[in-house]
T-cell receptor, first 118, second 109 residues
Framework: EAGVAQSPRYKIIEKRQSVAFWCNPISGHATLYWYQQILGQGPKLLIQFQNNGVVDDSQLPKDRFSAERLKGVDSTLKIQPAKLEDSAVYLC????????????????FGEGSRLTVL | KNEVEQSPQNLTAQEGEFITINCSYSVGISALHWLQQHPGGGIVSLFMLSSGKKKHGRLIATINIQEKHSSLHITASHPRDSAVYICAAYKTSGSRLTFGEGTQLTVNP
């Protein structure tokens, strides 16, 4: 079974530039998450999708971050313009919604996209 | 104060030792994850549990819902167990997953 795919793996940009990350979740997983993980810290939820609808984006800095999942499958996360403090690993994860059968809610993570803002 | 707290933050052990990592949470949860993250690597889910105890190989996870506490145990630790271990709780309100800060485990040969 194919895992969660993310690209690019690494990206270096200058502040005020824009960047986009792509995620393709495991087939059939309705729930998709984007997390930001700053070095030495645990992941922080940016946005959670259920199919193509947003469930939780309360911690997404909406002045510069945007995310979409138009067809309820793959998703993009954009940062425009980037700031130095956006340097982090951006993790995408997917799962079956908690409560819908055995092993639901189990998370599968992609390898992450490491962003460096200079 | 974080809603999910782990202890210790850093743990160094000798190969073969029994290891315990603790996770306490202050909110109502429906389930709790234990995750493993190797340096430069992605995150792997070790366990998801909502009650009792689960075991997989040398790893054991327990949860006490009344005390709002979970533990991850590693028996006969090995250098390849060196990683960051993260607990994450599904909050009952909104199904948001809230992460602890992680425990950096180093097992020396």
């Amino acid at each position: 079974e194919a895992g969660v795919a993310q690209s690019p793996r690494y990206k270096i940009i200058e502040k005020r530039q824009s960047v986009a990350f792509w995620c393709n979740p495991i087939s059939g997983h309705a729930t998709l998450y984007w997390y930001q993980q700053i070095l030495g810290q645990g992941p922080k939820l940016l946005i959670q999708f259920q199919n193509n609808g947003v469930v939780d984006d309360s911690q997404l800095p909406k002045d510069r971050f945007s995310a979409e999942r138009l067809k309820g499958v793959d998703s993009t996360l954009k940062i425009q313009p980037a700031k130095l403090e956006d340097s982090a690993v951006y993790l995408c994860a997917s799962s079956l919604p908690l409560g819908q059968g055995a092993n639901t809610g189990e998370l599968f993570f992609g390898e992450g996209s490491r962003l460096t803002v200079l | 104060k974080n809603e999910v707290e782990q202890s210790p933050q850093n743990l160094t052990a000798q190969e073969g030792e029994f290891i315990t990592i603790n996770c306490s949470y202050s909110v109502g949860i429906s389930a709790l994850h234990w995750l493993q993250q190797h340096p430069g690597g992605g995150i792997v889910s070790l366990f998801m549990l909502s009650s009792g105890k689960k075991k997989h190989g040398r790893l054991i996870a327990t949860i006490n819902i009344q005390e709002k506490h979970s533990s991850l145990h590693i028996t006969a630790s090995h250098p390849r167990d060196s990683a960051v271990y993260i607990c994450a709780a599904y909050k009952t309100s909104g199904s948001r997953l809230t992460f602890g800060e992680g425990t950096q485990l180093t097992v020396n040969p």
